[in-house]
């Protein structure tokens, strides 16, 4: 089979990393690092499979998928306000933060799997999002929307500037009156939303329903895609494919003769071992942003 006729499937898979990548550099840019995204991706997926599950012949027809999408996004939204009050307000670890975060979307997404459907994962449910007649998903075209605005807003626009100020100098920031504070939280709920968004968007094309393993640490490769792009949307953009289209490969490999008789737990692992190479070759180079990861207390030196 021609590569050419896989490419909307490599797509489809790449594009829930990027478009939490590209969140990702937001909250960072921003100087909060948001190690949750795994679990707000997991959040945004078991309220996407719901929400779309209990809608489904209720004669909302393709709403029915946009309805479902907003609220896998709202919720994202919605419990990375932990994260951000934590990390914040609180001055708490952010890694401890996020953890704890993962850590509860794993049990709550089952939980609420249980209360609803008796088990421990959403009810199947019939269609997800089809392709157009070019074979492109409409989560393709959503994950070129991402990048595109976030470029625009975070280098076009004051907000982006204020943001990207606060990730760098925020002391220099809060001197010339912008509020750090707010403009952290900004970050956090964008990467946040956009990681409930990608959650959804997974389960609404690659899947039938929400299990435990849905997310299998897209969250953590998007995060690494951040580093790897260098903090901003064209690098983001190429590391999310690179990485992304690693973790095609388990999926296609099967429909080449010359890949089919690899195992195929060679390629589950690829995408990881991809990342962690990745990582290591740039690990001596920094270019995050300076406050990246460092509270600001107002008026410390």
Not at 45 to 56: G, P, S, V
Not at 130 to 140: A, F, R, S, W
Not at 252 to 270: K, R
């Amino acid at each position: 089979m021609n590569i050419i006729h896989q490419i909307p499937t490599i797509l489809m898979i790449i594009a829930p990393i990027l478009i939490t990548a590209i969140g990702g550099m937001f909250t960072e840019r921003s100087g909060v690092v948001n190690i949750a995204l795994e679990g707000l991706m997991g959040l945004g997926a078991c309220t996407t499979a719901c929400c779309y599950t209990l809608m489904e012949g209720a004669g909302y027809g393709r709403y029915s998928l946009v309805i479902a999408l907003l609220f896998g996004a709202f919720i994202g939204c919605l419990f990375s306000v932990i994260h951000a009050t934590a990390a914040i307000d609180l001055k708490a670890d952010q890694t401890i933060s996020g953890t704890g975060i993962n850590l509860l979307a794993d049990g709550l997404t089952i939980f609420i799997a249980q209360i609803l459907f008796h088990s421990d994962r959403t009810r199947e449910y019939k269609l997800g999002m089809l392709p157009d007649k070019l074979g492109l998903y409409p989560t393709v075209y959503i994950s070129l929307m991402v990048v595109i605005i976030g470029w625009y807003v975070l280098f076009k626009t004051p907000f982006g500037m204020h943001l990207r100020a606060c990730g760098e100098h925020p002391a220099a920031a809060d001197s010339v009156g912008i509020n750090v504070r707010k403009m952290r939280y900004a970050g956090v709920l964008i990467s946040g939303a956009l990681a409930g968004l990608s959650g959804g968007c997974i389960v609404l094309t690659q899947t039938i329903q929400y299990t435990s393993g849905t997310i299998g640490g897209r969250g953590f490769i998007a995060l690494a895609a951040v580093s790897f792009g260098r903090w901003t949307p064209l690098g983001v953009t190429g590391a999310a494919i690179l990485f992304g289209g690693m973790q095609a490969m388990g999926v296609i490999a099967t429909s080449f003769p010359f890949l089919s008789h690899i195992q195929s737990e060679y390629f589950n692992i690829l995408p990881y071992a991809v990342t962690l190479i990745a990582l290591i070759l740039t690990s001596g180079r920094d270019y995050a942003p300076q406050a990246n990861g460092i509270p600001y207390e107002k008026g410390a030196s």
